[in-house]
């Protein structure tokens, strides 16, 4: 059966928009441009953590492998989902593996669900819950009625802090807010507390002193059959963060982050095509980018890790069956 990808009305418009920022990560090959397969992946926003492992894929494929990595600026996992259906040039992205989890729950006819898998998963995204010094919040059940941060609209720690509080029947009013202005408010008592989602240690959290009096509370989710799937325990240690743990440990949760394909091209395509020659070069670079000086979260990966709620593409399936 042979399968086209979905446009919708205005997206030659998102296009042109996105063509905009391809150039800031995109890196000069020594390879011929008639003889380049270009594919494009949506990566996290500036100084994000998948931005940083975009930049270095890009920088490991292009030039020797035949293939020119344009890693995109992306707007969060919910729509890196749509972009990565809908949006011309754009052929894999960076996605927390809970949006499938979120689209069976709210969606569950989504088109995601039947056509995109993953490669592997890359690294873990922990969920930050930041309160006041002065608060009484210790735990996330203790938001019940507060006013939350929960990023902006589209991004991964709407759809993670959200889905959280539905599982957990924690009835707050979240606010959509930048991640910046959000700490200022939390700061000024305008929030009772803020989520950010994203692989630690986050640089601007990093970025806060001891007189913000700011700390993080503890994420003990109570893990039921299928949703232990989804998620896993982690913690946050005063390594991680010195002004904002204040204890010996703070428990949290963690999301998988998935390098996940649009997989419906027919076989015989050149995007398809496109996307096998990538992968293949991907899965032999891995361990290039597992050494120094790149960043320390490639280390993370295991391809043997199978993501529930998502299915992995053949050509990872073929590889690990010869290996």
């Not at 100084?47 to 020119?68: D, F, M, R, V």
């Not at 069976?104 to 873990?124: C, G, I, K, N």
């Not at 210790?138 to 599982?167: E, P, Y």
């Amino acid at each position: 059966m042979m399968f086209t990808k979905f446009m919708k009305a205005g997206a030659w418009t998102k296009v042109l928009a996105v063509g905009a920022v391809c150039t800031l990560f995109s890196f000069p090959t020594a390879v011929k441009a008639q003889n380049v397969e270009s594919i494009g992946i949506l990566a996290g926003y500036p100084g994000s953590t998948t931005a940083k492992l975009g930049e270095e894929l890009a920088l490991a494929l292009n030039g020797w492998s035949g293939i020119q990595v344009r890693t995109l600026i992306g707007r969060g996992s919910q729509q890196n989902v749509e972009d990565l259906l809908y949006l011309r040039g754009v052929d894999l992205a960076f996605l927390n593996s809970d949006v499938m989890t979120n689209l069976r729950v709210t969606q569950p006819d989504h088109p995601a669900l039947r056509f995109l898998s993953y490669v592997t998963m890359v690294t873990e995204s922990e969920l930050h819950l930041i309160v006041r010094d002065d608060s009484q919040i210790g735990d996330i059940f203790d938001l019940q009625g507060k006013r939350v941060a929960i990023g902006n609209s589209t991004s991964g720690t709407a759809l993670t802090s959200r889905l959280m509080l539905r599982l957990l029947g924690i009835r707050a009013t979240g606010i959509f807010m930048d991640p910046h202005f959000s700490l200022e408010a939390l700061k000024n008592e305008e929030l009772d507390a803020v989520f950010m989602l994203g692989a630690k240690p986050l640089p601007i959290l990093q970025n806060l002193r001891e007189e913000d009096g700011l700390r993080l509370a503890s994420i003990e989710f109570p893990f039921s059959e299928g949703e232990s799937d989804v998620y896993n325990p982690t913690e946050f240690l005063p390594t991680d963060y010195p002004s904002l743990v204040k204890e010996k440990l703070i428990p949290a949760i963690s999301v998988p982050v998935v390098l996940a394909a649009y997989d419906k091209f027919a076989p015989s395509s050149s995007r398809f095509k496109n996307i096998e020659a990538f992968t293949r070069a991907f899965l032999d670079t891995i361990p290039r980018l597992q050494q120094p000086p790149r960043h320390p979260k490639w280390r993370q990966i295991d391809l043997a890790t199978e993501i529930v709620g998502w299915n992995r593409m053949d050509i990872v399936d073929q590889t690990l069956r010869n290996q």
